[in-house]
């Protein structure tokens, strides 16, 4: 993003390009929609962002940093690794369900999508994937577990969520992670008799 000015209209080229990303596509919104969305003319936009790319990027480092301060405040009181994993499921469930077109570009937009982005989007994925990976190592699981394979599991359940969620059905984000969780946890079976 370009150095900002006192009066800048970043903010609402954000807003309006979050908005579009998330519901037409990166391919499916052009520079032009973004600067009418906002306001503005599209030789204007570039006032604040050298391409839309570079738009993008903003877009979704924001969403990311959502995510990852949701996800953040979920665990840090907790300290059992199951407790720690179900809050971390809440969180990003609420993070990506929630009415937030940032959110939600995170999910959306695929890298392999972007060429021109997909370096800076990948590294905004990893950072926050991270934080999943010290919460699947911290997990009391068989010694065999691939926690990479879990977590890349995981995480594509919870994404998924965005397609078949609906708010008014039977089950809530707290519920959905509660039995993601449950589902992971390694089952001893009873001794018969």
Same mark, same amino acid.
Not at 42 to 63: E, I, M, N, Q
Not at 121 to 140: F, G, K, T
Not at 155 to 178: F, K, M, T
């Given at each position: 993003?370009?150095?900002?000015?006192?009066?800048?209209?970043?903010?609402?080229?954000?807003?309006?390009?979050?908005?579009?990303?998330?519901?037409?596509?990166?391919?499916?919104?052009?520079?032009?929609?973004?600067?009418?969305?906002?306001?503005?003319?599209?030789?204007?936009?570039?006032?604040?962002?050298?391409?839309?790319?570079?738009?993008?990027?903003?877009?979704?480092?924001?969403?990311?940093?959502?995510?990852?301060?949701?996800?953040?405040?979920?665990?840090?009181?907790?300290? /059992?690794?199951?407790?720690? $994993?179900? @809050? =971390?499921? +809440? %969180?990003? &469930?609420?993070?990506?369900? #929630?009415? !937030?077109?940032? *959110?939600?570009?995170?999910?959306?937009?695929?890298?392999?999508?972007?060429?021109?982005?997909?370096?800076?989007?990948?590294?905004?994925? /990893?950072?926050?994937?991270? $934080?999943? @990976? =010290?919460? +699947? %190592?911290? &997990?009391?699981?068989?010694? #065999?577990? !691939?926690?990479? *394979?879990?977590?890349?599991?995981?995480?594509?359940?919870?994404?998924?969520?965005?397609?078949?969620?609906?708010?008014?059905?039977?089950?809530?984000?707290?519920?959905?992670?509660?039995?993601?969780?449950?589902?992971?946890?390694?089952?001893?079976?009873?001794?018969?008799?």
């Amino acid at each position: 993003m370009r150095q900002a000015h006192a009066d800048s209209r970043a903010p609402l080229v954000l807003d309006a390009a979050a908005r579009l990303f998330c519901h037409r596509g990166y391919e499916g919104t052009s520079v032009r929609d973004i600067a009418g969305a906002a306001g503005m003319l599209p030789g204007s936009l570039y006032c604040h962002f050298d391409t839309k790319d570079d738009l993008l990027v903003a877009v979704y480092l924001r969403g990311v940093e959502q995510i990852c301060t949701a996800v953040e405040a979920a665990v840090q009181p907790l300290a /059992d690794p199951w407790h720690r $994993l179900e @809050a =971390a499921c +809440v %969180a990003h &469930l609420e993070a990506i369900l #929630r009415d !937030d077109d940032y *959110a939600r570009v995170v999910v959306r937009v695929r890298p392999a999508e972007v060429p021109g982005a997909a370096r800076r989007l990948v590294a905004q994925r /990893d950072r926050y994937e991270a $934080l999943w @990976a =010290a919460l +699947v %190592a911290a &997990l009391p699981l068989p010694r #065999r577990t !691939d926690r990479r *394979a879990l977590r890349l599991m995981l995480l594509g359940a919870l994404n998924w969520a965005q397609n078949w969620y609906r708010a008014d059905g039977a089950s809530s984000p707290r519920v959905l992670a509660r039995q993601f969780t449950a589902l992971l946890k390694p089952h001893r079976e009873t001794p018969t008799p």
